[in-house]
């Protein structure tokens, strides 16, 4: 049976999931994020399915989100987008160091996975760490400055926004974006879900940075399943395809 705890990793609210049977093992570790105005509790099923095949999942929520909403909901920090993809990785090695001192992580191995802002995070967390030993991205993008550049002609809102704060705020991203430095992949297991439809995270650019990299060596290891007419949003087929990804991945390091 599959447990879920909702507990603090360290100051970090995260629900915790894992065969009953194994609660007091070392596991694999993978991490699941959740979208934009989502929540941990959004994404159980993601979780479920990665648990059920012997990892321990953790699903931390965002800067802002579930547990740590600070002044209403997660929308009215819309200007803090990127910064919240920020915190999250800087908070990631923290989380993992908490598992490492209390239930260990089996062979080391910690696997990274999120949808939407979710899979943005999991992008910029391949970007930063060279120890992750897998990721699988969904709906997600590895090119957040161009995305942000997007995102930013497109928003009314952002006309009233000094110009030194978002100049800030995009060679920031530069530090976290996998598409100026696709090398950090390291032939690391890696897998892209994008549909063609998707109306929020386009998936056009997602599609160029891998069939751009997709024969050099460090990439070798990644794969891409696209999913024609979808929209933005995760099907349960594709939520098992990425947990079997996983189990692959496990079985194979």
């Not at 953790?58 to 600070?70: F, K, S, T, W």
């Not at 002044?71 to 990631?92: C, N």
């Not at 191995?109 to 930063?128: E, K, N, P, Q, R």
């Not at 929020?200 to 990644?222: G, L, S, W």
């Amino acid at each position: 049976m599959i447990e879920v705890a909702c507990k603090h990793a360290g100051e970090y609210p995260v629900l915790e999931l894992n065969d009953s049977n194994l609660r007091d093992e070392a596991l694999p570790l993978a991490f699941f994020y959740h979208g934009w105005e989502g929540c941990k509790e959004k994404v159980l099923t993601q979780g479920y399915e990665i648990a059920k095949r012997g990892f321990r999942v953790v699903i931390p929520d965002a800067q802002y989100h579930g547990e740590r909403m600070v002044g209403g909901p997660a929308k009215t920090h819309f200007l803090e987008f990127w910064q919240i993809i920020a915190d999250s990785v800087a908070e990631f090695p923290k989380i993992v160091d908490y598992y490492e001192e209390t239930t260990g992580i089996k062979d080391d191995f910690v696997g990274v996975s999120g949808l939407s802002m979710g899979g943005i995070t999991t992008c910029a967390l391949m970007a930063s760490y060279d120890w992750i030993s897998s990721a699988v991205c969904l709906m997600g993008s590895p090119c957040p400055v161009e995305f942000a550049k997007k995102l930013i002609a497109s928003m009314p809102e952002v006309k009233n926004v000094p110009q030194q704060y978002v100049d800030s705020q995009l060679q920031a991203l530069r530090a976290i974006d996998l598409s100026l430095a696709p090398e950090k992949v390291a032939a690391r297991p890696f897998h892209f879900w994008h549909g063609t439809a998707d109306q929020i995270v386009p998936y056009k650019p997602t599609k160029a940075f891998y069939d751009r990299i997709k024969d050099e060596d460090y990439a070798q290891k990644m794969t891409f399943t696209t999913t024609e007419k979808a929209v933005h949003k995760v099907s349960y087929e594709t939520t098992v395809e990425m947990a079997e990804k996983f189990a692959e991945y496990y079985e194979n390091r």
